[in-house]
């Protein structure tokens, strides 16, 4: 039996425990990683995340008398029961159960026939690692209202409706990037996406192929974006494209940086961000570049430039990152670099296949040497979006 296959029993187990009946249905969502293209994707730039073999299962059932009913084994308390009717934004205050209300939230302010249901969550995803467990959540919940109310919407729409959650409900202003890559990864690819847009394309991603591995370094260093940096920055890239004369920070081409960035040179905290998300968006483009052209090991110098300008300009590296980051590439990583929002979380490192336990034993050594907790290290192999699974 799969991983995966286990997995669904035990949430189904679990369903049945919590509520005494059978679930319709178990719907699973991953976490992801982004390889590049970091705090772009509200700037309608360019991101390229690749979902996690981690993932969110919810086991659900529908009900007919209005009323959302939750539990989670991962949080403490029991069962969490709402009215449909009755929810409204902000959520404050409401904690995890605020993401799976919201997606529903979001969906009947949307005009869709979604009534009342049961659920249970099981995740294997790392809380608060920069590995979006939030958008895994609210994407497993989208996708599992979605067939027992025999919707039909397109996985693009799903991510709409999860990040309207988490944006009005929950009160994170997060892009679109998190729940496009839970809802539409596939497989052996990474996922080149224009947040403008959302035109997405799946760009081949086997780097065992090539003798190379991408490993996550969750350095257990928790982040909570609801606590207003991440908001700061978002408010600062918009007073920068109000300042240029353009929609959003994409609209500025690299080839005029030094121009934008003169215009900006009275207000250096905005100038900085514009810095990071027009070179970021560049980074981005020549990454995919680099993977059509069959040279991923090529990507190396440009994750180390996107973790220092996420350092230097965007400031929401921490400690523990920069030691991640610092020490692989000194332990002979191709290169290294914080993924996710940021003041925690994990760092991505690319490395050949060879020297991986060298440098996981060097990222071991260093953590304990500075006395932080160890670090968790683990590969990140591209896996599915969202999807259903059998019970």
């Known amino acids: 039996m799969t991983d995966t296959a286990h997995g669904a029993q035990q949430t189904a187990a679990a369903f049945r425990a919590v509520y005494g009946a059978e679930p319709t249905g178990i719907w699973a969502a991953p976490g992801r990683v982004n390889l590049i293209g970091e705090h772009t994707d509200y700037n309608d730039g360019f991101v390229m995340p690749l979902a996690l073999p981690h993932t969110t299962l919810a086991a659900a059932a529908p009900r007919t008398d209005g009323v959302l009913r939750l539990h989670s084994a991962g949080a403490d308390g029991g069962v969490v029961e709402l009215r449909l009717d009755e929810l409204r934004p902000p959520s404050a205050g409401a904690g995890w159960a605020a993401y799976p209300a919201g997606v529903a939230w979001a969906m009947r302010a949307a ?175 020549q990454t995919v570049a680099h993977l059509d052209a069959g040279h991923p090991r090529a990507i190396g110098p440009l994750l180390t430039a996107g973790h220092a300008s996420l350092r230097d300009d965007f400031k929401i590296s921490c400690a523990e990152l920069d030691l991640a980051v610092d020490t692989a590439r000194a332990a002979g990583a191709l290169g290294a670099r914080m993924t996710g929002g940021g003041f925690g979380g994990s760092a991505l490192v690319l490395v050949d296949q060879d020297a991986t336990p060298a440098v996981t034993e060097a990222l071991y050594a260093a953590f304990a040497a500075a006395g932080h907790t160890a670090p968790r290290i683990f590969p990140a192999v591209p896996g599915p979006g969202a999807h259903r699974l059998a019970v």
């Open 111 to 285: 005009g869709l026939p979604v009534g009342g249901a049961d659920l249970h969550y099981t995740s294997t995803v790392p809380l608060g690692a920069g590995l979006s467990s939030s958008a895994a959540l609210e994407v497993a919940t989208a996708l599992a209202l979605d067939d027992l109310h025999g919707l039909g919407l397109p996985r693009e729409e799903l991510a709409r409706l999860a990040q309207r959650a988490e944006n009005a409900f929950v009160g994170v202003p997060c892009g679109i990037m998190d729940q496009t890559a839970a809802a539409c990864c596939t497989a052996g690819h990474a996922l080149f996406l224009d947040t403008r847009d959302l035109t997405r394309r799946h760009v081949p991603f086997d780097l065992a192929a090539e003798g190379l591995c991408l490993l996550v370094v969750d350095t257990r260093v928790r982040h909570q974006l609801g606590d207003g940096a991440y908001a700061e920055r978002r408010a600062g890239c918009e007073r920068g494209a109000r300042a240029l004369g353009v929609c959003a920070l994409r609209d500025v081409p690299y080839a005029h940086l030094s121009a934008a960035l003169d215009t900006l040179a009275g207000d250096p905290v905005v100038q900085a961000l514009v810095r990071h998300i027009v070179t970021e968006n560049h980074r981005v483009e």
